[in-house]
């Protein structure tokens, strides 16, 4: 196997990332990088700091959008855009708007879960040699969360305020669009997007949040909330139909 995926196992962008390889049918290793030590490998091949990062042979590509476009170049079966430049740029519109409200729902999920056993378990389970120290390592690794992503008590009102404004003008196109697909009559990439990037909210069995059981009042009502709407109800539809390999986070 000559095509590596690096990634956090928790990362809601590194599933759009799983997705997209299995959508087109492309067979991938996984390799977890710890939280932290991670910026070494990202900045000296992809010159950034965060993941998903792709290894394709002698290719190195970071950024899930990025890897989106690269992909459709490089492999044009199962393509992720459609070639109609008009669903086209909506596609890549739409990717964009589902990768802001990702941000949103990444800062005020942590606030909400990181205080979780099973956090600490998803993050630091694979690495052996942390096994056995985790409950040590892990007040330190929290710390490191918070102060990169910002999760604060001030900030995380404000990131749920705007992840459920983005998630509104999301369902608001795919009503639009008969409620089956956000673009066209298949899945595309904003789809891929959308539903990875928004899927924590719902611990959907097989994905890396399954196991987030214990939750706040304010979580509990935003889970039973988004279960309830046309786009929590189109995300379990996606996964239980066209998600075609889940259980390769690990």
């Known amino acids: 196997m000559n095509r590596i995926l690096y990634q956090f196992p928790l990362s809601h962008y590194c599933e759009k990332a799983r997705w ?119 007040p330190f690794l929290q710390q490191g969360i918070r102060r990169l992503y910002r999760v604060t008590p001030e900030k995380t009102p404000k990131a749920l305020e705007n992840m459920l404004a983005v998630m509104t003008r999301l369902e608001q196109t795919l009503v639009d669009n008969g409620g089956r697909y956000l673009v066209g009559e298949q899945l595309t990439l904003a789809d891929i997007a959308a539903a990875s990037l928004y899927a924590p909210l719902l611990a959907i069995p097989g994905t890396p949040w399954e196991s987030f059981t214990i939750r706040s009042p304010v979580f509990q009502q935003v889970y039973e909330d988004t279960l ?20 390769n986070w690990k």
């Open 228 to 247: 309830r709407r046309p786009f929590g109800r189109w995300i379990l539809r996606l996964y239980a139909e066209e998600r075609n390999s889940r259980n």
């Open 20 to 138: 997209m390889l299995d959508f087109k049918h492309l067979a991938y290793d996984v390799r977890n990088l710890f939280p932290g030590a991670h910026r070494l490998l990202s900045w000296w091949r992809a010159h950034g700091t965060t993941v998903p990062l792709l290894k394709d042979g002698r290719e190195w590509i970071g950024d899930s959008t990025e890897m989106a476009f690269w992909l459709d170049a490089r492999y044009p079966q199962h393509p992720l855009l459609p070639n109609d430049p008009l669903k086209r740029g909506k596609v890549a519109m739409l990717e964009e708007m589902a990768d802001e409200g990702g941000v949103h729902l990444r800062r005020w999920l942590y606030g909400e879960i990181l205080d979780q056993d099973a956090v600490m378990n998803v993050m630091l389970d694979s690495y052996a040699w942390a096994v056995p120290v985790k409950e040590y390592l892990w």
